[in-house]
C-alpha cells in the first residue's frame, strides 16, 4: 500500500505564496516522476508542474515563472512553491506519483488533495 501524505495549502491573499508538500510512503520501489495537478469548480483536473527522478521540469504554461516544482528523492518527497498567487489558482491540488509496485508494475498514485484559495 503506498500513501501520499499532502501538506501546506490554505487561504492566502492575491500576491501571496504557498509551499505545498508530499510525502510519498510505502510499498513504492522507485519512482519516476512526481507531479503536481489541480482542478477548480466546474473544471477539468489539469497538470500544474511534473518532475522526474532526475530533476528534469515542466510546467504548465499559467504558473511558468510563479512556481517550482522541487524533489528530494532521498525523502520521496515533492514540493511545490507558488508565489505571486492569483485568484485563478485557486483549487484543489493533487500530488500525482509515477512509480513501481512491489509487483514490478508501474502505475500512478494519487495524493487527498490539499484546497488552496487566493482571495482577499
Known amino acids: 500500500q503506498v500513501q501520499l501524505v499532502e501538506s501546506g495549502g490554505g487561504l492566502v491573499q492575491p500576491g501571496g505564496s504557498l509551499r505545498l508538500s508530499c510525502a510519498a510512503s510505502?510499498?513504492?520501489?522507485?519512482?519516476?516522476?512526481m507531479n503536481w495537478y489541480r482542478q477548480a469548480p466546474g473544471k477539468q483536473r489539469e497538470l500544474v508542474a511534473s518532475?522526474?527522478?532526475?530533476?528534469?521540469?515542466n510546467y504548465a504554461d499559467s504558473v511558468k515563472g510563479r512556481f517550482t516544482i522541487s524533489n528530494d528523492n532521498a525523502k520521496n518527497t515533492v514540493y511545490l512553491e507558488m508565489n505571486s498567487l492569483m485568484p485563478e489558482d485557486t483549487a484543489v491540488y493533487y500530488c500525482?506519483?509515477?512509480?513501481?509496485?512491489?509487483?514490478?508494475?508501474?502505475?500512478?498514485?494519487w495524493g487527498q488533495g490539499t484546497q488552496v484559495t487566493v482571495s482577499s
Open positions: 500525482n506519483v509515477y512509480g513501481r509496485t512491489i509487483a514490478g508494475t508501474l502505475r500512478y498514485y
Open positions: 510505502g510499498s513504492i520501489f522507485g519512482i519516476y516522476a
Open positions: 518532475i522526474t527522478s532526475g530533476s528534469s521540469t
